[in-house]
Protein backbone atom coordinates (compact mmCIF):
# COMPACT_ATOMS: atom_id res chain seq x y z
CA UNK A 1 0.00 0.00 0.00
CA UNK A 2 0.90 3.74 -0.51
CA UNK A 3 1.29 5.93 2.39
CA UNK A 4 -0.47 9.49 1.73
CA UNK A 5 3.49 10.59 1.52
CA UNK A 6 4.44 8.37 -1.22
CA UNK A 7 1.26 9.05 -3.17
CA UNK A 8 2.12 12.36 -2.89
CA UNK A 9 5.63 12.05 -3.78
CA UNK A 10 4.19 10.48 -7.13
CA UNK A 11 1.67 12.78 -8.00
CA UNK A 12 4.41 15.08 -7.59
CA UNK A 13 6.72 13.35 -9.97
CA UNK A 14 3.93 12.46 -12.51
CA UNK A 15 3.17 16.89 -12.18
CA UNK A 16 6.93 17.10 -13.00
CA UNK A 17 6.66 14.79 -16.21
CA UNK A 18 3.40 16.59 -17.18
CA UNK A 19 5.16 20.00 -17.24
CA UNK A 20 8.07 19.12 -19.12
CA UNK A 21 6.33 17.50 -21.68
CA UNK A 22 4.00 20.57 -22.09
CA UNK A 23 7.31 22.65 -22.58
CA UNK A 24 7.40 20.52 -26.07
CA UNK A 25 4.31 20.15 -26.76
CA UNK A 26 1.24 22.68 -28.46
CA UNK A 27 -1.75 21.81 -27.07
CA UNK A 28 -3.65 18.93 -24.89
CA UNK A 29 -3.83 16.45 -28.04
CA UNK A 30 0.24 16.86 -28.43
CA UNK A 31 0.51 16.73 -24.72
CA UNK A 32 -1.85 13.19 -24.17
CA UNK A 33 0.03 11.72 -27.09
CA UNK A 34 3.31 12.62 -25.75
CA UNK A 35 2.63 11.14 -22.62
CA UNK A 36 1.65 7.73 -23.91
CA UNK A 37 4.38 7.85 -26.12
CA UNK A 38 7.11 7.71 -23.48
CA UNK A 39 5.28 5.97 -20.79
CA UNK A 40 4.95 2.81 -23.88
CA UNK A 41 8.57 3.30 -24.82
CA UNK A 42 9.26 3.60 -21.09
CA UNK A 43 6.96 0.03 -20.58
CA UNK A 44 8.37 -1.50 -22.90
CA UNK A 45 12.09 -1.01 -23.10
CA UNK A 46 12.32 -1.89 -19.29
CA UNK A 47 13.14 2.05 -18.88
CA UNK A 48 12.54 4.27 -15.73
CA UNK A 49 9.73 6.93 -17.18
CA UNK A 50 12.15 9.73 -16.25
CA UNK A 51 14.69 9.21 -18.19
CA UNK A 52 12.76 7.90 -21.38
CA UNK A 53 11.13 11.52 -21.18
CA UNK A 54 14.10 13.24 -20.65
CA UNK A 55 15.52 12.32 -24.18
CA UNK A 56 12.19 12.38 -26.01
CA UNK A 57 12.52 15.91 -24.33
CA UNK A 58 15.95 16.35 -26.02
CA UNK A 59 14.93 15.12 -29.16
CA UNK A 60 11.64 17.32 -28.80
CA UNK A 61 13.47 20.37 -28.53
CA UNK A 62 15.54 20.12 -31.39
CA UNK A 63 12.68 18.29 -33.73
CA UNK A 64 12.29 22.13 -35.72
CA UNK A 65 16.11 21.73 -37.09
CA UNK A 66 16.40 18.26 -37.26
CA UNK A 67 13.14 17.94 -39.04
CA UNK A 68 11.32 15.78 -36.74
CA UNK A 69 7.42 14.53 -36.23
CA UNK A 70 6.36 13.56 -32.81
CA UNK A 71 6.18 9.35 -34.13
CA UNK A 72 9.99 10.58 -35.33
CA UNK A 73 11.06 11.64 -32.23
CA UNK A 74 9.20 8.60 -30.27
CA UNK A 75 11.03 6.01 -32.40
CA UNK A 76 14.29 7.71 -31.78
CA UNK A 77 13.64 7.42 -28.09
CA UNK A 78 12.49 3.96 -28.61
CA UNK A 79 15.61 3.13 -30.44
CA UNK A 80 18.27 5.06 -27.77
CA UNK A 81 16.27 3.15 -24.97
CA UNK A 82 16.20 -0.61 -26.24
CA UNK A 83 20.28 0.09 -26.90
CA UNK A 84 20.53 1.34 -23.54
CA UNK A 85 18.32 -1.74 -22.24
CA UNK A 86 20.52 -4.73 -24.45
CA UNK A 87 23.74 -2.89 -22.68
CA UNK A 88 22.69 -4.61 -19.69
CA UNK A 89 23.57 -1.43 -17.31
CA UNK A 90 21.95 -1.27 -13.79
CA UNK A 91 18.70 0.69 -13.66
CA UNK A 92 21.53 3.29 -12.05
CA UNK A 93 23.14 3.44 -14.80
CA UNK A 94 21.24 3.37 -17.80
CA UNK A 95 19.26 5.96 -16.02
CA UNK A 96 22.95 8.35 -15.47
CA UNK A 97 23.70 7.18 -19.05
CA UNK A 98 20.48 8.25 -20.69
CA UNK A 99 20.56 11.51 -18.98
CA UNK A 100 24.38 11.97 -20.36
CA UNK A 101 22.81 11.50 -24.05
CA UNK A 102 20.18 13.91 -23.31
CA UNK A 103 22.77 16.67 -22.61
CA UNK A 104 24.47 15.51 -25.66
CA UNK A 105 21.15 16.39 -27.55
CA UNK A 106 20.66 19.58 -25.86
CA UNK A 107 24.45 20.64 -26.69
CA UNK A 108 23.93 19.53 -30.28
CA UNK A 109 27.28 16.64 -30.38
CA UNK A 110 28.22 13.82 -28.19
CA UNK A 111 31.74 14.31 -27.14
CA UNK A 112 33.89 14.45 -23.34
CA UNK A 113 32.08 13.53 -20.50
CA UNK A 114 28.87 12.36 -22.22
CA UNK A 115 30.44 10.08 -24.09
CA UNK A 116 32.71 8.35 -21.97
CA UNK A 117 29.27 7.75 -19.91
CA UNK A 118 27.94 6.40 -22.93
CA UNK A 119 30.69 4.10 -24.04
CA UNK A 120 30.90 2.74 -20.59
CA UNK A 121 27.48 2.11 -19.02
CA UNK A 122 25.88 2.04 -22.19
CA UNK A 123 28.29 0.63 -24.91
CA UNK A 124 25.35 -1.34 -26.98
CA UNK A 125 24.12 2.44 -27.63
CA UNK A 126 28.05 3.35 -28.22
CA UNK A 127 28.08 0.38 -30.77
CA UNK A 128 24.51 1.60 -32.06
CA UNK A 129 26.13 5.26 -33.01
CA UNK A 130 29.04 4.33 -34.58
CA UNK A 131 27.70 1.14 -36.52
CA UNK A 132 24.89 3.85 -37.90
CA UNK A 133 27.51 6.37 -38.55
CA UNK A 134 30.18 4.22 -40.13
CA UNK A 135 33.25 3.60 -37.79
CA UNK A 136 33.97 1.79 -35.16
CA UNK A 137 33.96 2.24 -31.85
CA UNK A 138 37.13 2.64 -31.14
CA UNK A 139 37.09 5.50 -33.75
CA UNK A 140 34.42 7.52 -31.60
CA UNK A 141 36.76 9.55 -29.60
CA UNK A 142 38.77 10.36 -32.36
CA UNK A 143 35.49 12.08 -34.33
CA UNK A 144 34.25 13.01 -31.34
CA UNK A 145 36.82 15.14 -30.45
CA UNK A 146 36.66 17.01 -33.94
CA UNK A 147 33.07 17.89 -32.94
CA UNK A 148 31.37 15.53 -35.75
CA UNK A 149 29.03 13.53 -33.59
CA UNK A 150 26.12 16.49 -34.24
CA UNK A 151 22.72 15.67 -33.19
CA UNK A 152 21.74 15.50 -36.66
CA UNK A 153 24.25 12.46 -37.43
CA UNK A 154 22.89 10.61 -34.71
CA UNK A 155 19.42 11.01 -35.78
CA UNK A 156 21.13 9.52 -39.23
CA UNK A 157 22.57 6.77 -37.27
CA UNK A 158 19.98 5.97 -35.15
CA UNK A 159 17.59 5.59 -38.00
CA UNK A 160 20.44 3.47 -39.66
CA UNK A 161 20.22 0.60 -36.97
CA UNK A 162 16.75 0.96 -35.55
CA UNK A 163 15.64 -2.94 -36.94
CA UNK A 164 18.76 -3.90 -35.68
CA UNK A 165 18.84 -2.80 -32.49
CA UNK A 166 15.02 -4.00 -32.85
CA UNK A 167 16.26 -7.35 -33.49
CA UNK A 168 18.78 -7.54 -30.99
CA UNK A 169 16.46 -5.92 -27.92
CA UNK A 170 14.07 -8.67 -28.99
CA UNK A 171 16.62 -11.28 -27.56
CA UNK A 172 16.65 -10.02 -23.81
CA UNK A 173 15.32 -11.02 -20.82
CA UNK A 174 13.60 -8.71 -18.10
CA UNK A 175 16.02 -8.52 -15.14
CA UNK A 176 14.04 -8.17 -11.66
CA UNK A 177 15.60 -4.38 -11.36
CA UNK A 178 13.76 -3.96 -14.61
CA UNK A 179 10.71 -4.85 -13.32
CA UNK A 180 10.55 -2.88 -10.65
CA UNK A 181 11.47 0.06 -12.59
CA UNK A 182 8.19 -0.99 -14.73
CA UNK A 183 6.01 -0.55 -11.47
CA UNK A 184 7.64 2.46 -10.34
CA UNK A 185 6.93 3.84 -13.63
CA UNK A 186 2.60 2.05 -13.30
CA UNK A 187 2.15 3.44 -10.01
CA UNK A 188 3.66 6.84 -11.19
CA UNK A 189 1.33 6.84 -14.04
CA UNK A 190 -2.20 5.42 -11.96
CA UNK A 191 -1.61 8.08 -8.22
CA UNK A 192 -0.75 10.67 -10.80
CA UNK A 193 -3.82 10.30 -13.25
CA UNK A 194 -6.20 9.31 -10.49
CA UNK A 195 -4.59 12.71 -8.62
CA UNK A 196 -5.22 14.73 -11.29
CA UNK A 197 -9.30 13.39 -11.77
CA UNK A 198 -10.13 13.64 -8.83
CA UNK A 199 -8.12 16.85 -7.26
CA UNK A 200 -6.42 14.19 -4.81
CA UNK A 201 -3.03 15.90 -4.98
CA UNK A 202 -4.73 19.42 -3.18
CA UNK A 203 -6.62 17.17 -1.12
CA UNK A 204 -3.39 15.17 0.49
CA UNK A 205 -1.11 18.39 0.12
CA UNK A 206 -3.46 20.47 2.05
Do not use: C, H
Not at 57 to 82: G, H, I, P, W, Y
Amino acid sequence: LLTVGSAISKMDTYTGLQNRLKLVTNNQVELNKATEDTFRIAQKTYSAWDSVLQVYQRFSDNAKTLNLTMDDTARLTETVSKAVAISGASAEAADAALVQFGQALASGTLRGEELNSVMEQTPALAKAIAKGMGITVGELRSVAAEGKITSQEIVKALKNVQDEVDALFAKTDITIGQSLTLLNNEITKFVGEAGKGSGAAQVLAG
